[in-house]
Each structure stands twice: as C-alpha cells, then as structure tokens.
C-alpha cells in the first residue's frame, strides 16, 4: 500500500510538473542570452578586470545575474556583500580564500564548472592567481552592496604580470 501511494504521488507530482513545463513554454519573458552578445564592462579601478551584466541590476530589487572577467594575476581584496551570492567558474581557473587576511597562496582553486557559495556579511576574496583569465558568473538577489575589510585598501590587486 505504502509503494502504492509513493507510485500515486511520484505520478501526479510528475504529470503537475508536465504541465506546468507546458504551460510556461509560452511565457513572453523568456530569454536567450549568447556569449557573444553579452557586452563587457571595464570594472572601474579594477586593473583589466570586466564585467557583463546577463540579467537583472544588482542595484536593484530581484535576481540578476552578472558575469566577472579576472584578468591573469589580477584578485580582489578581501570584502563582503550584504545579500548571497551563488558563483560559478565558467571558464579558466578562479581561486577564492574566506577571512579578512588576503593570502593568494592559500586560496582555493576552483575550475570551470566548480561552484562557491558566498553567504551574505562574511568576508572572501578572489580571482584570478594563475597565468590565465578566469570567468565567472554570480547570481544573487538585489539590491547588494560590497563593502571592503580594510577600507584603506584598493580593491583589486595585480599579484604578478
């Protein structure tokens, strides 16, 4: 009986989940963003680093996706957001520490198709430490705000040419 109701409810959540994927395939909202279209952005004092906005505004209420171009050698200073955000290394190899002691050597090296979380109010810094670019893509809720550790710091910074 037990197996029977499971099989029932898998049943229904499946042909609810069916319909609703029909039902939506007509939405007007969708939409379809390719690499090429995106349009990159000079992050401002960020020595190279770029960035795109995908969807959303992250100044303003709701999700919004952007994605973050770390120039080779090129990090940022340990810093903090006031909402989450969810970050996902599209391409090269992006390296992330936790704390408010910026420390390259011992960052995390995190490689395309790898996933951080950062949770809101808690320190990180990041980028790209190795001799290549790395891509990332961030997707939070908006309105955010970044706020440095050590506000007498630049933010980012070029650890090797």
Same mark, same amino acid.
């Given at each position: 009986m037990k197996a029977m109701v499971s099989t029932?409810?898998? #049943?229904?959540?499946?042909c609810l989940l069916i319909a609703n994927a029909s039902?939506?395939? #007509?939405?007007p909202d969708f939409q379809?963003?390719?690499a090429d279209e995106l349009k990159w952005m000079p992050v401002p004092d960020g020595l190279g680093a770029q960035f795109a906005v995908v969807r959303g505004n992250p100044t303003e209420s709701g999700v919004y996706v952007i994605r973050v171009r770390f120039p080779a050698g090129v990090m940022d200073r340990p810093h903090r957001h006031s909402a989450d955000r969810h970050v996902t290394v599209i391409e090269g190899n992006w390296f992330a520490g936790v704390g408010d002691e910026f420390d390259p050597e011992s960052a995390q090296e995190i490689t395309a198709g790898g996933y951080m979380f950062h949770p809101a109010g808690e320190a990180h810094w990041d980028g790209a430490r190795d001799d290549s670019d790395a891509i990332v893509q961030i997707?939070?809720?908006?309105p955010v705000t970044t706020e440095l550790s050590d506000s007498g710091e630049a933010m980012w910074i070029r650890i090797h040419d």
């Amino acid at each position: 009986m037990k197996a029977m109701v499971s099989t029932s409810i898998f #049943s229904l959540l499946f042909c609810l989940l069916i319909a609703n994927a029909s039902a939506d395939s #007509s939405a007007p909202d969708f939409q379809v963003v390719q690499a090429d279209e995106l349009k990159w952005m000079p992050v401002p004092d960020g020595l190279g680093a770029q960035f795109a906005v995908v969807r959303g505004n992250p100044t303003e209420s709701g999700v919004y996706v952007i994605r973050v171009r770390f120039p080779a050698g090129v990090m940022d200073r340990p810093h903090r957001h006031s909402a989450d955000r969810h970050v996902t290394v599209i391409e090269g190899n992006w390296f992330a520490g936790v704390g408010d002691e910026f420390d390259p050597e011992s960052a995390q090296e995190i490689t395309a198709g790898g996933y951080m979380f950062h949770p809101a109010g808690e320190a990180h810094w990041d980028g790209a430490r190795d001799d290549s670019d790395a891509i990332v893509q961030i997707i939070g809720n908006g309105p955010v705000t970044t706020e440095l550790s050590d506000s007498g710091e630049a933010m980012w910074i070029r650890i090797h040419d």
